[in-house]
């Protein structure tokens, strides 16, 4: 399913949920407006829930998480 990310993020960590069936490793990115990845997390296939990076380590702006398996991708845009 497509990643649920809560925006905008004040203070707390930047989180993503997602569901991915089986079938290998779901990469999950914080990437920049500039798409410059600043944080990134491995994460089996399945239902989860991972923190991604620390609001305050973060400079206010736009940024998009992107989650995907093999061939499927899909994103999200998060305000810090």
């Given at each position: 399913s497509a990643p649920r990310v809560p925006s905008p993020v004040r203070?707390?960590?930047v989180t993503v949920t997602f569901t991915f069936p089986a079938g290998g490793d779901t990469r999950v990115e914080?990437?920049?407006v500039?798409?410059?990845v600043?944080?990134?997390r491995?994460?089996?296939a399945g239902?989860?829930?991972l923190e991604l990076a620390p609001a305050r380590a973060l400079a206010p702006g736009l940024y998009f998480v992107r989650v995907?398996?093999?061939r499927s991708r899909?994103?999200?845009v998060v305000v810090v």
């Open positions: 203070g707390a960590p914080l990437l920049d500039s798409g410059r600043v944080a990134a491995m994460a089996a239902t989860r829930t995907a398996l093999e899909t994103s999200r």
